[in-house]
C-alpha cells in the first residue's frame, strides 16, 4: 500500500517532461544575462558613433555658426553678421562664374554612365577574359586621386605623353595646350574624371544587371528579343533606383570637384571649381565666415538636386505576390 501512495505522490512522467520540475521552469523562463554582458554592445557601438560626431557632425555644426560670422580663422573673436556671408556668396560674380565651370563634370558624368553602362552590359554575358577586363575598369577608381592628378599632369604636358602618341601617329596638327588653353582646360580635366570614376558606375551597373533573374533574358529570347531591345525592355526598366542614385551622384559630383582639378591647374586658366574657390576663400583671403557660407549654399544645393530628382524620378514599388 505504502509503495502504491509513493508511486502515486510521484508526477507522472509527462508531466516531468513538461515542465513541472525546477528544470522545466529553467526551460521555460530563459536565463537573464548580467548586465555587463547586456552593455558590452553598446560600447563597442559608443566608439564609432562618438568619432563620428566629434568629427563629422560637431564640424558641420561649427560650420553654420561660422557661417554668420565675420571670422577670420585666426581670431579668438567671432562677430555675428547675419546672412550677410550668404548674399555674398550667391552675388559675388566670381562665385556664380565656378557653377559654370560644372557643367562641363556634368556632361562628363553623363558620358561616363554611358560608357559604364555599355562595358556593364556587354561583361554580363560571355565575353572572354571577362573578369580581366572588368579589373582593368576598376582598376583607376583605387588610385588616389591626387595620383590621378599627378599622372595626367605629366601625361598632357607640352611634349609629354600625350604628344607624343599623337606626334607618332602623325597628328601633330592636334596637339594643343591641353590645361594652358581656357577653351580646352575643363575639357581636358574632365576627361581624367570619366577615366577615375567610371569603373565605380561600372561596378553599380554590373551589380544590379547580374542582380536580373536569368529567366527573363531566356523568355525574351523566345519572343524573338534581340541585345537592344533586352537593354530597353529588361535591362533599364529593372536597373532604375541605380539609374536615379548614379544621376545624384553625378549633380553632387560635379558640383564638388577638387582634387583632380586643383593638382593639375590649382584652378587657373578658368578651371576653378567652387570647392577650390571656397578652399582659396578660407586659406588665402582669411575669410572662414564667407567660405563656410559657400559651403552651406554646396550642402543645401546638393540636397536640392536630389529632392527634385526623387520628385521626379520617384522609386518604383515593387509588389511581391
Not at 558590452?40 to 555644426?61: E, I
Amino acid at each position: 500500500m505504502t509503495n502504491v501512495l509513493q508511486r502515486a505522490d510521484r508526477p507522472a512522467p509527462a508531466a516531468r517532461a513538461a515542465g513541472a520540475g525546477p528544470a522545466g521552469r529553467l526551460a521555460r523562463t530563459p536565463a537573464r544575462r548580467p548586465w555587463r554582458q547586456r552593455l558590452v554592445p553598446y560600447v563597442f557601438v559608443a566608439v564609432p558613433v562618438g568619432l563620428l560626431l566629434l568629427f563629422t557632425y560637431w564640424p558641420v555644426l561649427n560650420m553654420f555658426w561660422y557661417s554668420v560670422t565675420d571670422w577670420d580663422g585666426l581670431d579668438k573673436t567671432k562677430n555675428f553678421v547675419g546672412l550677410d556671408n550668404y548674399a555674398a556668396a550667391l552675388t559675388e560674380p566670381d562665385n556664380l562664374r565656378v557653377f559654370y565651370v560644372s557643367l562641363y563634370y556634368f556632361a562628363a558624368a553623363l558620358v561616363q554612365m554611358a560608357l559604364a553602362l555599355y562595358f556593364a552590359t556587354v561583361l554580363s554575358f560571355k565575353v572572354r577574359f571577362r573578369n580581366m577586363w572588368k579589373g582593368i575598369l576598376f582598376f583607376p577608381y583605387l588610385i588616389n586621386g591626387v595620383a590621378v592628378g599627378m599622372i595626367f599632369l605629366n601625361f598632357v604636358k607640352p611634349d609629354g605623353g600625350l604628344d607624343t602618341v599623337l606626334t607618332a601617329l602623325g597628328l601633330e596638327g592636334a596637339i594643343r595646350q591641353w590645361t594652358g588653353d581656357p577653351a580646352l582646360v575643363n575639357v581636358t580635366l574632365a576627361s581624367v574624371s570619366v577615366w577615375r570614376y567610371m569603373g565605380l558606375n561600372f561596378v553599380m551597373f554590373l551589380g544590379a544587371i547580374q542582380s536580373i533573374p536569368r529567366e527573363m533574358y531566356e523568355a525574351a529570347e523566345l519572343d524573338g528579343a534581340n541585345r537592344w531591345h533586352e537593354l530597353w525592355l529588361i535591362i533599364l526598366p529593372s536597373i532604375r533606383p541605380i539609374v536615379g542614385l548614379q544621376l545624384i551622384l553625378a549633380i553632387s559630383g560635379a558640383l564638388s570637384v577638387f582634387e583632380v582639378p586643383y593638382v593639375m591647374t590649382a584652378g587657373g586658366n578658368g578651371s576653378e571649381t567652387f570647392v577650390i574657390r571656397t578652399v582659396w576663400t578660407a586659406f588665402s583671403r582669411n575669410m572662414v565666415g564667407l567660405a563656410s557660407a559657400m559651403a552651406v549654399v554646396l550642402l543645401v544645393a546638393v540636397l536640392l538636386v536630389t529632392w527634385v530628382q526623387r520628385r521626379l524620378v520617384p522609386e518604383r514599388q515593387v509588389d511581391i505576390a
